[in-house]
């Protein structure tokens, strides 16, 4: 099978004209979000997963990024080097502490140095 078989298996389409997928890809390319996608489905009274599922078979879409469940984890060897740069000096048993004191101490640094 040749690459202009496959992708005129992915482009040709019985829901879809040739000139409907050409405008799709022109405008999805142009502005590839979520809105767009919304947009084109309403413009060819397509549903929103029809429109993803054949601009995901022409190879254009591209998926949004899942948001994370949590924020990114600080460690307390984070929190030490925040503390020793905010004030130029290495501690060596810092890492020993809490991380409840730890995040206090970068709290009460923060504050010496916005007042």
Same mark, same amino acid.
């Given at each position: 099978?040749?690459?202009?078989?496959?992708?005129?298996?992915?482009?040709?389409?019985?829901?879809?004209?040739?000139? =409907?997928?050409?405008?799709? &890809?022109? *405008?999805?390319?142009? +502005?590839?979000?979520?809105?767009? !996608?919304?947009?084109?489905? $309403?413009?060819?009274?397509?549903?929103?997963?029809?429109?993803?599922?054949?601009?995901?078979?022409?190879?254009?879409?591209?998926?949004?990024?899942?948001?994370?469940?949590?924020?990114?984890?600080? =460690?307390?060897?984070?929190? &030490?080097? *925040?503390?020793?740069? +905010?004030?130029?000096?290495?501690? !060596?048993?810092?890492?020993? $502490?809490?991380?409840?004191?730890?995040?206090?101490?970068?709290?009460?640094?923060?504050?010496?140095?916005?007042?």
């Amino acid at each position: 099978m040749t690459t202009a078989t496959k992708t005129m298996t992915a482009t040709k389409s019985n829901n879809y004209p040739q000139s =409907t997928i050409d405008a799709m &890809v022109q *405008q999805y390319t142009a +502005d590839p979000v979520r809105a767009t !996608v919304d947009s084109l489905s $309403a413009e060819f009274n397509k549903t929103p997963r029809s429109v993803i599922a054949k601009l995901s078979a022409l190879g254009v879409y591209v998926a949004a990024p899942k948001p994370t469940k949590r924020p990114a984890k600080v =460690t307390k060897a984070d929190l &030490v080097a *925040q503390i020793e740069s +905010d004030l130029g000096i290495e501690f !060596v048993s810092l890492g020993k $502490a809490g991380f409840g004191d730890l995040t206090a101490l970068v709290l009460a640094i923060g504050s010496l140095k916005t007042s």
